[in-house]
């Protein structure tokens, strides 16, 4: 009978599916809990966002690793991705031009 590592690494979860994350936790030997989703064993689809311990580092065997799937107060996130209506105007690059009345743009007459 083989004995398992005490210790094992903890894998990277940020960037994985609730359902995977969990999965590569359970491979690991790892538990895996969310506070900000108390019905984890439920989500799906979510994504994790950021993960406590960090990965690589040595615990042991059926340690916790806590995961969230949303940002906390201001630590922002990804923004918008959605297009935005009004579009911005199409045609590349054109000058700037002079504000009307701009003294650089007076000529002196002779």
């Known amino acids: 009978m083989s004995r398992k590592p005490p210790e094992v690494r903890v894998p990277r979860l940020v960037g994985l599916m609730a359902v ?8 690991r030997g790892l538990l895996l809990t969310a506070p900000d989703r108390p019905e984890l064993p439920l989500a799906v689809v979510d ?4 993960q406590y311990p ?3 580092a040595e615990v042991p065997r ?3 690793v806590y995961v969230w799937f949303d940002f906390g107060p201001g630590e922002g996130g990804g923004g918008v991705h959605e297009p935005r209506i009004p579009r ?3 045609g590349g690059l054109q000058r700037e031009l002079d504000e009307p009345g701009d003294p ?3 000529l002196s007459s002779p």
């Open 62 to 64: 059926d340690s916790m």
């Open 54 to 56: 960090q990965p690589g």
């Open 20 to 27: 995977d994350a969990r999965e590569t936790a359970r491979a």
């Open 47 to 50: 994504y994790v966002v950021r």
């Open 104 to 106: 650089s743009m007076v």
């Open 88 to 90: 911005p105007p199409t």
